[in-house]
């Protein structure tokens, strides 16, 4: 115990653990009035990393939290796992990797356990917790086939080709929740795209059930930064990740984007599929269901250089958000939505979804009476010949039809500098979960004090 909390301490800040303590103790929030007065809402501060990603059980919370970090190569995301108490109304722990491993993923089980996905340069491996956070299983996970995996074009324009991460990022790998068992999606160092579905038992582990390859590997080129200390929407490491997400029934997606890649031909020569050779913007998407059998993939073509943030299943259909340049001027990027019916394989329309000067697009929920919400930021400029992005932005609430019409913007009060509304997740009693950061750094903040380099980021509940 003494160890770990140095560790934290030394890592994180002494006055970051001891509000994580206090929390977890309930300290600082009172207690909820007498006489079978409900609970206040759940107002959960962060401070130093912004919450990316939520999930949540029956009572509980899960959520995935980041530190704001000046880009590098390769890309190291320096993320932790939060965990509520069983109420769900305060946290109980902070999950921090090893040293020398990234936290990419959790998804979160039925029955409570969480499974995370961690990456070095080249490796993977999953671990598994129960659901207050105490380990039960940490293994490596191994592809032989990586290095023999199909590749459209020149080979050597892979680095790595025995590496089950490319060159330039570990943000290139992704897990979703099947039952008690876990879907993971990764690109490789050849720049191939595989999917395994993987069974898990208390007794042996995560265990291979199947593999497929998604995508074949293509060449990808590489951005760099020429200028600023942050990147924050991460566009510069955006063509080498994969989106993924897995229904109640098996059904599995994964969205790879089109941009800097040559992966439309890739695709079109190794699978035989009539794709349109002239798209060059928007993402492919990808459709297996829980036997692994291929059901389709499905092409949306942005028509101009867009990004791919967010993918969902929401009730027989899979979203497919981000943001697409449709301006060449400063407030020239709007949110898109792409609503792909389960087993498509037709080319899929998109919708522009625009608040208020630049969009984009960062999670996107099923509500229960069939409407959706989107989550984002808005409000922002970018360089329209460069990617420098404002200190200025707001948060995007959005909720929209259930074939994504939009309907309303939902106000939320913005804190100072850059806001950024990143996850949504829906609780049983009818209320959600907000998370995001609020003074968050531009391009530009922290180029003369790297002390603006950071964010306080926040767990809220709302009523919507």
């Known amino acids: 115990m003494e160890w770990r909390l140095a560790r934290m301490i030394r890592r994180r800040g002494a006055a970051a ?32 990393v912004s ?20 880009p590098e190569i390769p890309t190291k995301p320096q993320r932790q796992l939060l965990i509520s108490q069983a109420d769900g109304r305060s946290l109980r722990l902070s ?11 959790f998804a979160l089980h039925a029955s409570g356990e969480i499974s995370l996905l961690l990456a070095s340069d080249r490796e993977l491996r999953l671990q598994r917790l129960s659901a207050i956070g105490q380990p039960l299983r940490d293994q490596p996970f191994v592809d032989l086939q990586v290095a023999t995996d199909a590749f459209v074009g020149d080979p050597l324009s ?4 025995q590496s089950l991460l490319p060159h330039y990022t570990r943000d290139a790998a992704r897990l979703a929740a099947i039952g008690e068992d ?23 582990g995560f265990a291979k059930q199947w593999r497929r390859l998604v995508e074949p590997g293509v060449f990808i080129g590489a ?14 490491d955006q063509q080498w990740r994969v989106a993924l997400d897995a229904d109640a029934q098996g059904r599995i997606a994964v969205a790879v984007s089109l941009h800097d890649t040559d992966l439309l031909d890739g695709h079109r020569q190794h699978f035989g599929e009539a794709l349109d050779p002239a798209v060059a913007n928007g993402l ?5 269901n829980g036997s692994g059998q291929r059901l389709g993939t499905a092409l949306i073509d942005t028509r101009q250089r867009s990004e791919l943030h967010a993918l969902r299943w929401v009730g027989d259909q899979v979203a497919v958000a981000g943001r697409v340049r449709t301006l060449q ?26 608040a208020d000067a630049g969009d984009v697009v960062f999670d996107v929920a099923l509500r229960s009476d069939g409407r959706l919400l989107v989550a984002g930021s808005t409000g922002y400029t970018q360089n329209p010949a460069g990617a420098s992005i404002s200190e200025d932005a707001k948060p995007l609430l959005g909720l929209l039809s259930a074939d994504g019409q939009w309907q309303q913007r939902i106000t939320l009060v913005a804190g100072p500098r850059h806001n950024q509304l990143r996850a949504l997740a829906s609780r049983a009693d009818g209320s959600w979960l907000l998370g995001g950061m609020d003074n968050g750094p531009g391009t530009h903040s922290a180029d003369a004090n790297t002390a603006l380099l950071t964010a306080d980021g926040y767990l809220r509940e709302q009523r919507l």
């Open 158 to 161: 892979g680095r790595d080709h």
């Open 17 to 48: 653990v001891l509000l994580a303590m206090l929390a977890a103790c309930g300290g600082g929030g009172g207690s909820a009035g007498g006489g079978g007065d409900p609970p206040p809402p759940l107002q959960l501060a962060t401070p130093g």
């Open 51 to 70: 919450v990316i990603k939520l999930r949540s059980g029956a009572t509980s919370w899960v959520a995935l939290a980041e530190k704001a970090r000046s």
């Open 284 to 288: 492919l998407l990808s459709q297996f």
């Open 95 to 105: 999950h921090l990797p090893p040293d020398g491993w990234s936290l990419l993923d």
């Open 182 to 204: 876990v879907a993971l999606a990764f690109r490789s160092g050849r720049h191939a795209v595989v999917l395994h579905r993987l069974a898990y038992t208390a007794t042996d």
């Open 223 to 236: 951005r760099f930064i020429t200028s600023g200390t942050f990147d924050p929407f991460k566009s510069l």
């Open 329 to 354: 001027t400063p407030e020239g990027w709007d949110g898109f939505l792409a609503l792909v019916p389960a087993g498509a394989t037709a080319a899929s329309a998109y919708r522009v979804l625009h």
